[in-house]
């Protein structure tokens, strides 16, 4: 499946730099070439570039997945909630498949009735052995993205906040993220438009799937999730879901 990968990259702009993120193809909010399904229910901003292994659309709460204190989780009304307290980042993982290459969406909903904070964050986990150790993608309420790595449990940025259009801001916003993987290259695409494309040093890159919620270090926050979605070519799976 390296024409998914070749696919997010058509049309970026011939300009390259070298940071912590790796090599990056940063690409314009134009069309992009077509060719594959969109996942039901994700309107166009969940490709399917493999076959969908799994899916969860809260209708209860989920059981089984591993990180999170189940006091900071609960379900409400077809949704996962997260509260994560006052300068936490809470991680939930599905525990029972693991990707190496493959797809990951979200559909992630803003706090409501609490105020803008840069430093609220929500997003997907991918390439995760345990919750002190996964690579992560999330949204921040002011109109940014971010990209890093959790290691060992010290987080070290490899995109630091940057700006994107296609990112919904306002209290309940909605925002379908995805990111699109096979080692070394990663993709981070949000509401159908492509962020950027990552490359990272060679390695045996491989893991679960979650999600992640955090709050800035004066408040407390809460990160709401109407679906998650993933697919590979070779998932690995561990037990039966």
């Known amino acids: 499946m390296a024409q998914a990968l070749a696919l997010v ?4 702009v011939a300009y390259y730099f070298t940071g912590p993120g790796g090599v990056s ?12 399904d969109q996942v039901v229910g994700y309107g166009d901003g969940c490709e399917l570039f493999f076959a969908q292994t799994f899916r969860d659309d809260f209708d209860s709460l989920p059981t089984g997945w591993v990180g999170a204190d189940r006091s900071k989780v609960s379900a409400d009304s077809g949704a996962l909630v997260i509260k994560p307290a006052a300068g936490e ?10 990707y190496r290459r493959g797809f990951v969406c979200a559909k992630i909903q803003s706090p409501v009735g609490l105020a803008a904070d840069a430093a609220d964050d929500a997003g997907i986990a991918f390439w995760a052995g345990d919750p002190n150790n996964y690579y ?8 940014e993205y971010s990209v890093f790595r959790k290691l060992n449990g010290t987080v070290a940025a490899l995109v630091p906040k940057r700006p994107f259009s296609a990112v919904k801001t306002g209290g309940d916003a909605s925002n379908t993220l995805q990111v699109l993987y096979s080692e070394p290259r ?5 509401n159908g438009q ?11 890159k491989r893991g679960m799937i979650g999600l992640i919620a955090g709050a800035p270090r004066d408040k407390a926050s809460e990160w709401t999730f109407s679906g998650i979605v993933a697919g590979s070519d070779q998932p690995l799976r561990k037990s039966a879901p």
């Open 136 to 143: 992560a993608a999330v949204l921040h309420r002011d109109g």
């Open 9 to 12: 990259g058509l049309g970026a």
């Open 186 to 190: 990663y993709s981070v695409l949000i």
């Open 89 to 98: 980042s809470v991680v939930s993982l599905y525990p029972s498949i693991e």
């Open 25 to 36: 193809n940063p690409a314009p909010q134009s069309p992009r070439a077509v060719g594959y």
């Open 194 to 204: 492509t962020a950027a494309s990552y490359d990272l040093p060679s390695g045996d």
